[in-house]
C-alpha cells in the first residue's frame, strides 16, 4: 500500500494527454490501482485519474459509497475505467459544483453533459460499457478530462462562480473529485 503524492494546479505534468494502457492485468497496472485506491482514500476523494499522481495513462477510478451522513447524495459504484471512450447522449448539458484534488480546497461551477455512455475496461480487461446520467455522468467526465490535461476550473463558464469551499458553502464538508 502506498499513498502517492497528488499533483496540484501548475504542475505542467497534469495538462499533458495520457497515454492508453496497452496490456490489461499486468503486476505494474494493479500496482497503480492499489496506489490510486489507497490515495484516493486517504484524501478522501470521490475519484483519482492516473495523471494525478504522475502516471501518464489512461486510467481513472471513482466510486461514491452510501454514506449514512449524506442520504441523499447518488451513490457510484466503485470503478475502475481504463482507456475510456465517453458519448454524449443529448445535447443537453447542466451546471453544478466540482471540486477537485488536484485544485484543494476550491469549488467550481462547471457545465457537463447530462447524459452519458461510457465504454472501457477494468484492470482485469473486462468490458464496461454503461449509461449514466447525472451525478455519475459528472464525475466520469470530470476524471477522463484528466486524462486530456483538462482541469475543471478550465470548463468554468463564469469565473465569478470559482471560489474557497469555506467561503461558497460555509459549514459544509464537500469532497474533492
Ligand atoms: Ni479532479
Redesign the pocket.
Known amino acids: 500500500m502506498s499513498i502517492k503524492e497528488v499533483l496540484r494546479m501548475g504542475d505542467a505534468r497534469l495538462l499533458r494527454q495520457a497515454e492508453e494502457v496497452p496490456v490489461l492485468d499486468t503486476p505494474q497496472l494493479h500496482a497503480l490501482l492499489v496506489d490510486m485506491r489507497d490515495t484516493m482514500r486517504a484524501m478522501d476523494g470521490v ?3 492516473a495523471p ?1 499522481i504522475g502516471v501518464n495513462l489512461r486510467v481513472v477510478i471513482f466510486g461514491v459509497d452510501a454514506n449514512p451522513r449524506y442520504p441523499d447524495a447518488q451513490i457510484v459504484s466503485q470503478t475502475v475505467l481504463i482507456n475510456p471512450v465517453l458519448t454524449p447522449l443529448s445535447d443537453e448539458m447542466e451546471e453544478d459544483w ?6 484543494p480546497g476550491m469549488r467550481g461551477l462547471v457545465p457537463r453533459y447530462t447524459h452519458l455512455r461510457y465504454q472501457g475496461r477494468d484492470e482485469f480487461g473486462a468490458l464496461i460499457d454503461r449509461t449514466v446520467s447525472g451525478f455519475h455522468a459528472r464525475v466520469v467526465q ?2 477522463c ?2 486524462l486530456d490535461g483538462i ?2 476550473p478550465m470548463r468554468i463558464l463564469d469565473m465569478k462562480d470559482f471560489g474557497f469551499s469555506d467561503v461558497l458553502f460555509p459549514g459544509t464538508k464537500v469532497q ?2
Open positions: 475519484g483519482l485519474a494525478q466540482e471540486g477537485c484534488l488536484s485544485v470530470h476524471e478530462d484528466h482541469l475543471y474533492d473529485e
